[in-house]
């Protein structure tokens, strides 16, 4: 369900920061007559993929803490922001350097670091998880992959289809993003689904016509659920009541 940077329900944005943690622990030390690259490098040798990724986790990490609504995970990440970029970056070891330079083996970061970015790890899984496991959230996703399949296989000319099933992708993403970024993203990008929809309603007749009726209706009353509902809210911070506008259709 929703399988995209992540999911709810299977993704959840606290990834980059969990494979942070395994490279952070795995280049802890540096043994007697290693480099840096040799320590990072896979079984083919290649230091540089590995070096790579763990600069999109520590930068997909920051965003994180910063656009969390939870001002004690940011002043514990600033508190060890420094040490966990120069191990990143390998700012105070050069990667190939000499390995009679380390003739001692190194310690590159220490332990307390390693465990304050552990905790702020678990805080941000624990919001995945808790939001994913939301009665509100799941009835949300399963409705919008319902939705999803319908717009796919419906009677639209390819130009609307399209155009809805982005807004549908947004409304996606904006789930996934909730547990960081609360719950605007999602009200506003729901309030534009349901306007494309309620056009789609006044376009159509007959059946279409109670069809269209029928899933703005459905929408609605599931982001409200999701937005006004406690469990998330106590979570993600999510403001109670939207800017979801009132349903006219008949």
Not at 127 to 136: I, S, Y
């Amino acid at each position: 369900m929703l399988s995209r940077s992540g999911t709810i329900g299977g993704m959840n944005d606290a990834a980059p920061a969990r494979r942070l943690l395994e490279y952070l622990r795995a280049w802890q030390t540096i043994p007697a007559s290693a480099t840096p690259a040799s320590v990072r490098a896979d079984a083919n040798g290649d230091w540089w993929t590995p070096s790579v990724d763990a600069v999109r986790c520590l930068v997909g990490v920051e965003e994180l803490v910063e656009n969390l609504s939870d001002p004690e995970v940011a002043q514990s990440y600033a508190l060890v922001r420094d040490e966990v970029r120069d191990v990143v970056l390998s700012t105070r070891w050069a990667l190939t350097a000499f390995a009679h330079n380390n003739p001692g083996g190194q310690r590159t970061i220490d332990e307390k670091v390693i465990a304050v970015v552990a905790s702020i790890v678990s805080n941000l899984e624990f919001r995945a998880q808790v939001l994913a496991a939301a009665t509100e959230t799941k009835a949300l996703v399963e409705f919008l992959v319902s939705l999803r399949n319908e717009l796919t296989s419906a009677d639209l000319d390819e130009k609307t289809r399209g155009y809805l099933l982005v807004l549908v992708s947004h409304l996606e993403q904006a789930l996934i993003e909730a547990q960081v970024r609360g719950t605007a993203d999602v009200a506003s990008s729901a309030d534009q689904l349901i306007g494309a929809l309620q056009r789609l309603y006044v376009q159509s007749d007959g059946d279409e016509a109670k069809k269209t009726s029928g899933v703005v209706k459905t929408l609605t009353r599931k982001i409200s659920e999701f937005l006004n509902s406690p469990f998330v809210s106590a979570v993600i911070g999510g403001a109670v009541g939207s800017g979801i506008g009132q349903i006219t259709t008949g």
